[in-house]
């Protein structure tokens, strides 16, 4: 049997002492910055090749990270999808986006490193050689995938191509705005509670009212330009 392949307590800690750090070293110093030799300090593992014994190379590591929350994000979102069905709330534009932010807010705030996770999305989700699209649609993303599914069905009078431009804006205003609400972690302690509710609804607001609003003419004038090229 190979090795690698051996689970123990001993190595299932290790993995997660080494995602652990990872996780943060990429969130403060980006994923470029970082070397799986600084993982290992930062791990306190003595042997300087665990990251690599391991997970084989950084991309796996990254994978490792992104599996882990990405787990229980989507079975937060299912669930909340599944209410929202129970409820006759397919229509509902603000409950959609309700059910593809809360989840990640959640995470964020169920244990102390959540702001390094958030703050490594935001890392990742700009970087030219990782595919957040492509990782979604293999792993983790039935949730966000059915939660399109009904948002697309609630908005038909907006055209597939803005649909899908402005999900993809959407969701960058997402990460990076909840990257940015950790700042507001740090400056607002004592009222981060009140303030961070505050923030998270206008971000659900805006996301809401962003897919939703009608498109312009201007924009209409521009699909249709396409349309006449194109024929």
Do not use: W
């Amino acid at each position: 049997m190979n090795a690698k392949s051996v689970r123990s307590p001993t190595r299932d800690q290790t993995r997660k002492q080494l995602i652990d750090a990872a996780e943060k070293l990429f969130a403060e110093s980006g994923i470029d910055g970082v070397s799986l030799r600084q993982i290992n300090v930062a791990a306190g593992q003595k042997n300087s090749s665990a990251a690599h014994y391991h997970f084989g190379s950084k991309d796996a590591l990254i994978l490792a990270i992104y599996e882990k929350r990405m787990e229980r994000v989507n079975e937060r979102r299912m669930k909340a999808l599944e209410r929202i069905e129970a409820g006759g709330y397919e229509k509902d534009v603000r409950r959609l986006i309700e059910a593809i932010i809360h989840p990640i807010v959640e995470e964020i705030d169920s244990d102390k490193s959540g702001g390094s996770y958030i703050r490594f999305m935001a890392q990742a989700i700009g970087h030219p050689q990782l595919d957040l699209n492509k990782l979604q649609r293999q792993m983790h993303g039935e949730g966000l995938g059915k939660a399109l599914i009904l948002l697309r069905a609630a908005l038909p009078d907006v055209p597939d191509p803005i649909f899908g431009q402005r999900f993809g804006l959407s969701f960058e205003q997402i990460v990076h705005s909840l990257a940015d609400r950790e700042r507001l972690r740090e400056t607002t302690k004592r009222n981060f509670a009140i303030n961070s509710a505050v923030f998270v609804s206008n971000l659900v607001d805006c996301v809401a009212g962003a897919m939703a609003t009608p498109i312009s003419a201007t924009t209409q004038a521009e699909l249709a330009q396409i349309s006449r090229d194109a024929s």
